[in-house]
């Protein structure tokens, strides 16, 4: 019957469609309505996706050849830059930053002609410097004037000689030296950091304490339960080489002080670990061992000794470590510096 409807006339044909459709026509049209949308919103999707391809594609290219284009704009400027490596010349002006050992302290360094001036960025307080080149590498510091706090006998020491310094390695940010007293012959006394730049977070190293007043230390109520310890340093009255005085280092880098005939210091030490106590005078030096625990009190006994010895010196140095009895026997029979 289906059949037979294709070979009816034209006109009889459309009659026929027309009653077969006539109840559906409505159905028909949503489904016709539903499937062009669909194709208009994938075809829709499909653009979308191809101009966000075609964006980010090209932007990503026009980044990398913004990037190409400012690497090699600055090349010259690095290959300059590379070429003109700092070197000590170019250590004799300008201005440094010094963050010592064992100190939360921060010192601006100026370096100007024959002059240094440092001030202490916390304190306010200042101290000029004489300044003289010894070579390329190497300078001499002469203490002018200043009201950094220091004791007398450091400032007489500082008045009698001179500080000479070798720069040993520079780097981008700084540079590396060591310090010795009158002739960079004679043994270093510490190596040290300068800086070329400010830093934006120093940290504090505090090693070493100076207790003026011992008495404090009953005030504190020091017992085997303190988070420090006490370190009891003197050196015995003596007639020969008593003018002879030499500073002391706690492990060979922070001054303690300069020790003179009959006189005691004491020092907390605020880190635990093994560490050595030394002297130096000219070429000479003498140390010992102390293993720091926190609660404990240790003596450390400094000498000289007239004689001819090696190196055709007339003195050597002694350190050494005794015991809590003996020491403070012998701490009381000299002079407390404070």
Not at 24 to 52: D, E, Q
Not at 100 to 122: F, G, L, M, T, V
Not at 195 to 223: A, Q, R
Not at 279 to 306: P, Q, R
Request: charged share 25%; aromatic share 14%.
């Amino acid at each position: 019957m289906a059949t037979a409807t294709w070979f009816a006339p034209a006109s009889q044909q459309k009659v026929i469609w027309k009653r077969k459709h006539k109840h559906r026509p409505l159905r028909y049209n949503i489904k016709i309505l539903l499937w062009a949308g669909f194709f208009a919103g994938v075809s829709i999707l499909h653009l979308i996706i191809y101009i966000l391809y075609f964006v980010m594609t090209n932007a990503l290219k026009l980044t990398i050849a913004i990037r190409i284009f400012f690497a090699l704009s600055l090349l010259p400027f690095v290959s300059y830059t590379q070429d003109k490596s700092i070197g000590c010349k170019d250590l004799k002006s300008g201005f440094f930053h010094s963050y010592p050992k064992n100190s939360a302290d921060h010192y601006i360094c100026r370096r100007e002609d024959n002059r240094q001036y440092e001030s202490n960025a916390i304190t306010g307080d200042s101290i000029i410097w004489e300044i003289k080149w010894l070579d390329d590498c190497t300078y001499s510091l002469k203490y002018i004037s200043g009201n950094i706090k220091m004791s007398d006998e450091s400032l007489t020491m500082l008045q009698k000689h001179k500080l000479v310094f070798q720069i040993e390695s520079i780097k981008e940010d700084y540079y590396v030296f060591t310090g010795h007293l009158d002739k960079a012959s004679n043994k270093a006394f510490n190596k040290d950091t300068l800086w070329l730049s400010e830093k934006i977070n120093p940290v504090s190293n505090e090693l070493v304490k100076f207790v003026p007043d011992p008495n404090t230390l009953k005030k504190d109520k020091f017992s085997d339960t303190s988070k420090y310890a006490v370190l009891y340093l003197f050196r015995p009255g003596k007639l020969t080489n008593s003018l002879g005085n030499y500073p002391v280092f706690f492990n060979d880098e922070v001054a303690l002080c300069i020790l003179q005939n009959n006189s005691g210091y004491v020092f907390k030490i605020l880190k635990e670990g093994t560490y050595s106590v030394k002297s130096k005078l000219n070429k000479d030096e003498a140390s010992t061992k102390l293993d720091i625990k926190f609660g404990k009190t240790y003596y450390v006994k400094s000498m000289i000794h007239w004689g001819i010895y090696k190196g055709l010196n007339n003195f050597k140095l002694e350190m050494a470590v005794i015991d809590r009895q003996q020491g403070k026997t012998e701490f009381a029979e000299v002079i407390l510096n404070k």
